[in-house]
């Protein structure tokens, strides 16, 4: 057991958690899955779902098996965003982007030319993606809107912090996308006038 804020909880062994959390080099997000003793042997759905939808259920999955294994034992309903935090940094001590302590030489730089002790986190696109997905998956498991633990102001704050915090210890900007319009083609021309 370690002792993690104001609760106890037992942690997985390491094997355990290398099958919980894999990192996707696809898309820059990690994806939670479940480990084998809490994965159901269900027969497979006659529609397949996106990779999306997958790692949604996953990641729901594995949040509900975090909440099974909180001391005490936490009932979904009871859920808040202080408890979406713990969760989220519970994830981090599994994260693999290096984030710089501001007294390391290679704070702000965004490819260090030597190793350095710094710790290894969770990276923000990865916990933001999370929370989207966790988010959906709570409202579409019975959830209402407005008691949403993922939406919680908290977890907004926590991110933006996130954020900024490893912008600037990995020298890096993260800038909103800007959504890719298609092309408008031009107006088709004018018919041409009647033969008279």
Not at 36 to 41: I, L, P, V
């Amino acid at each position: 057991m370690e002792k993690y804020h104001s609760f106890t909880m037992d942690v997985p062994p390491a094997q355990e958690v290398d099958s919980i959390i894999t990192t996707n080099l696809n898309t820059g997000g990690i994806m939670l899955s479940p480990t084998s003793s809490s994965s159901s042997s269900t027969s497979s759905p006659a529609t397949t779902l996106s990779r999306y939808e997958n790692q949604k259920r996953r990641d729901w999955n594995t949040f509900g098996q975090y909440l099974r294994n909180h001391r005490p034992p936490l009932a979904l309903s009871r859920c808040s965003g202080a408890h979406v935090l713990e969760f989220l940094r519970y994830l981090d001590q599994f994260g693999k982007t290096k984030v710089h302590t501001q007294l390391c030489p290679f704070f702000g730089h965004p490819n260090p030319p030597a190793p350095c002790p710094c710790p290894l986190r969770q990276a923000w696109g990865s916990l933001d993606a999370l929370i989207g997905r966790l988010r959906a998956a709570f409202e579409e498991n019975g959830g209402k809107p407005e008691t949403n633990p993922f939406g919680a102001r908290a977890v907004r704050l926590y991110l933006r912090e996130v954020r900024d915090s490893q912008a600037k210890a990995r020298g890096i900007s993260y800038e909103k996308k800007k959504r890719k319009r298609p092309p408008q083609l031009p107006p088709p021309p004018p018919p041409p006038p009647p033969l008279s």
